[in-house]
């Protein structure tokens, strides 16, 4: 069964919530399972995720092998948000360059993703609250380009320009000039359209 998502990046069905520690993050998507009917062994993987989260013990089901493993790649993928600040990645232009522990993560995550019609409610739950994890994460990347677009904007009075001595701005600006031209076309999905068109008219040129 398929259910509804949000937009990537953006606050989702589940993703208001101030504190980000695993036994915080637990104990959100278990509320959110308490508010559904659903018998698909959910409980189990509840259970590793509150083993895993120092949370005190509560009546459920011991948790088997796979839910254990999933649990275990869960909080290692969130692990790595916290020290680095970003999400793992699966690839490099330099894939030497790559840690294997970033890129089985990574990979996990791309699992994830791809058979998340195979996944309990809770996994879904727990993955729609995960800081770490996006569904779609070249739309999350999009979007954060797009906010730094327009903080740039609130912190100069002005869009990003081809600023040679500002190596942050003049990639900044070669993004948004891209965008710009792929709204010319008409090849931007409407959300995109939309927020860009947005954006743009609130934006004073250089």
Not at 137 to 160: D, K
């Amino acid at each position: 069964m398929s259910f509804p998502r949000p937009l990537s990046g953006g606050p989702g069905r589940h993703h208001v919530h101030d504190n980000l520690t695993p036994a915080a993050l637990c104990a959100q998507a278990f509320a959110a399972l308490q508010a559904e009917e659903t018998a698909d062994g959910s409980l189990e993987y509840w259970a590793a995720d509150q083993a895993l989260s120092s949370q005190p013990e509560a009546s459920g089901p011991l948790p088997g092998k796979r839910a254990r493993n999933w649990a275990e790649a869960l909080h290692r993928h969130e692990g790595f948000w916290r020290t680095h600040g970003r999400s793992p990645r699966e690839n490099t232009r330099n894939r030497s360059s790559l840690p294997p522990s970033e890129r089985h993560a990574g990979e996990w995550a791309r699992r994830q993703r791809r058979y998340e019609q195979n996944l309990t409610r809770y996994q879904v739950i727990r993955l729609d609250i995960s800081p770490s994890f996006r569904w779609d994460p070249h739309e999350a990347a999009w979007q954060s380009r797009l906010v730094e677009c327009i903080q740039h904007r609130i912190a100069t009075g002005r869009i990003p320009y081809l600023n040679v001595v500002d190596a942050a701005e003049f990639s900044l600006a070669r993004w948004l000039g891209r965008q710009m031209r792929l709204l010319q076309y008409g090849a931007h999905p409407a959300a995109r359209a939309e927020r860009l068109r947005a954006f743009l008219s609130d934006s004073p040129t250089p």
